[in-house]
């Protein structure tokens, strides 16, 4: 685990083929499915922005929006979002974004899983700790969520 202000990094060991895992980062409407995010019918490509109505329970009346920035198949899928955008009252678009990056590498008995929020540093600073300490206890979340998903669906 870092422990840089800048950037919150998760690694995971996933007992499910690269492929599989590919396919719940990659396939929008199954990413949603543990991410907690309505992506149904949604595609991610690159340069193209995805919206979806927050799904986990208390939050369902945020949109989340992230700008896909790179796929490269079976290996990195990143974007950039406006992390803890979670007061529907706020205008969150002057803000600066972090930029998160899921990569998959083969590993003994399955994949790889890293991912990466990094620019934190740059949210301003009344938000900073805040968005630290959600989205750090929110990727330690989404960690147990892809494992139980990809485990599932194997």
């Known amino acids: 685990m870092n422990t840089s202000t800048d950037r919150i990094e998760r690694k995971i060991l996933l007992k499910a083929p690269r492929s599989r895992v590919w396919r719940a980062l990659s396939?929008?409407?199954?990413?949603?499915?543990?991410?907690?995010?309505?992506f149904k019918g949604k595609a991610f490509a690159a340069g193209k922005h995805v919206q979806g109505n927050v799904t986990y329970p208390?939050?369902?009346?945020?949109?989340m929006d992230v700008l896909i920035e790179q796929i490269v198949p079976e290996r990195l899928l990143s974007w950039r979002w406006h992390p803890?955008?979670?007061?529907?009252?706020?205008?969150?678009?002057?803000?600066p974004t972090t930029l998160v990056v899921f990569e998959l590498e083969e590993?003994?008995?399955?994949?790889?899983?890293?991912?990466?929020?990094s620019g934190l540093d740059k949210i301003p600073l009344a938000r900073r700790a805040t968005v630290l300490r959600?989205?750090?206890s929110g990727w330690d979340?989404?960690?147990?969520?892809?494992?139980n998903h990809v485990a599932a669906a194997s």
């Open 141 to 147: 979340e989404q960690m147990h969520n892809i494992e």
């Open 84 to 95: 803890a955008a979670i007061d529907p009252a706020v205008d969150y678009s002057q803000e």
């Open 134 to 136: 959600l989205n750090t």
């Open 58 to 63: 208390g939050y369902e009346h945020i949109s």
């Open 107 to 117: 590993a003994e008995g399955g994949t790889l899983l890293t991912v990466v929020e």
């Open 27 to 38: 396939d929008a409407g199954e990413f949603g499915d543990w991410f907690g995010v309505d």
